[in-house]
């Protein structure tokens, strides 16, 4: 599918029929607002207004507001109380004075959500205040039960090269048909696939004569496996939203940069 710019592949974001592009972005880790419009206009229309809202990315999304109906808009809340849950979403889209997110993201739930939080997200949603519902977590195992049943339309959940088990816990078990939308995160983990100190201090090093991956590479890795949707981006400033970006234009990785991404995976979880 062409994308704003003609040539960024798209899907369809599983049963919510929302078309989107591979990318996703954050708002939370720097990224001012001029590169999420030089990246919206490239393809990424998955906007994440996550925890940490800085002004910069807020601007931007504003900016954005007149091309409304072409992107996705991610409110994230991860309140445990839901007399509380009706509030941050007003609070988060009067910051941006938008009258509605497409997607209520139900942040790190790694047991099931409980049905007073899940009635809270239902009344919002009833209300118009929402479109679509979707939870995150870091517990694979519980990604097919939320698969199987009806009340998220979109899963968000860890993979990459350091982290691969979902292609064993999660992918196999997805639903043929009327599956949600699958959203991946934390595609570098956390930066250790990039060589950080804290992935130095933990004394792993790379097998001899491995390359450490750039964050393009990570994105390349979990943009090339077909359950994932999208895959989320965090870039800290303009620079790196160009590293993510140029994944999608060197498109998905061969056999060769496959494994070796798996020997880096593994040396960085020390296995």
Not at 4 to 17: A, F, P, W, Y
Not at 78 to 99: C, H, I, K, P
Not at 150 to 168: L, T, W
């Amino acid at each position: 599918m062409e994308s704003q710019s003609g040539n960024i592949e798209r899907r369809v974001l599983g049963r919510t029929g929302l078309e989107v592009g591979r990318l996703g972005i954050s708002s939370s880790y720097g990224v001012p607002g001029d590169a999420l419009e030089r990246a919206f206009e490239q393809g990424v229309n998955y906007i994440y207004w996550g925890s940490r809202r800085l002004a910069s990315f807020g601007e931007g999304l504003k900016r954005l507001r007149p091309q409304r109906d072409r992107f996705v808009l991610v409110i994230q809340t991860y309140t445990r109380v839901a007399g509380l849950m009706a509030w941050s979403l007003e609070r988060a889209l009067r910051a941006l004075n938008f009258d509605h997110a497409d997607v209520l993201l139900l942040g790190m739930w790694n047991k099931p959500v409980p049905p007073r939080i899940l009635d809270a997200a239902r009344q919002l949603k009833q209300r118009g205040r929402v479109r679509f519902l979707a939870v995150s977590t870091h517990q694979r195992t519980l990604v097919p039960q939320i698969a199987a049943a009806s009340d998220f339309d979109v899963v968000h959940f860890r993979y990459n090269a350091a982290h691969p088990g979902a292609e064993k816990d999660i992918f196999p078990h997805l639903p043929a048909l009327n599956r949600p939308g699958m959203v991946a995160f934390t595609a570098t983990s956390w930066g250790q696939l990039l060589g950080t100190p804290a992935f130095l201090r933990r004394g792993h090093p790379l097998p001899k004569g491995e390359r450490v991956p750039t964050a393009t590479d990570c994105y390349r890795y979990v943009l090339g496996c077909p359950e994932v949707d999208v895959c989320m981006t965090g870039p800290s400033n303009a620079a790196r939203m160009d590293e993510a970006l140029e994944a999608l234009r060197r498109g998905p990785m061969s056999e060769d940069e496959l494994d070796w991404m798996r020997r880096v995976g593994r040396a960085v979880a020390g296995k």
